[in-house]
């Protein structure tokens, strides 16, 4: 009865050290997603029409099959204060290694100084996009944004 108690024992041990062994051989994949960003500070000086008030970039690819709508979207806002760039990878690579682009498409709005005020990645809505130059040139005098998770301090709730 003892040796049945010991053979079980070292079945039990070996089981465990495979075990071990698997588990550090498993390769390890690639994380769910990645989390890119978008540049905070621009030089005006990288793009056309650098005397502008507000410029709009969209870095994009050729090979990209939704930047196109985004530069779309984008070129809507194009005025004589709104410059509107699209900054395509395979033409411009240094500037998208320059602002560390990792996802296209990347839209960013900047004002004179260069200072990014908005900044979407992927693809984004006309709706969002147009909205967010629209209260960055105009400020709204409420926030455009939901009472659940407005700051109270900037909200005012009637009586």
Known sequence: MVILYLVAALLVVVALGVAVVAERRRPRG???HRSYDYPRQLHRSDFDRPDTDWIVVVFSSAACTGCGPVIGKAAVL???SVAVVDC?????RDLHER???EGVPTTVVADRDGVVRAGF???VSATDLWASV????????????????ADPSTVEVPH
């Open 30 to 32: 690639a994380p769910a």
């Open 78 to 80: 194009a005025s004589p």
């Open 88 to 92: 395509e990878y395979q033409a411009q």
């Open 99 to 101: 602002y560390g682009i």
């Open 121 to 123: 990645i992927g693809a």
């Open 134 to 149: 629209a209260d960055l040139r105009h400020p709204p005098a409420i926030p455009r944004v939901c009472g659940e998770h």
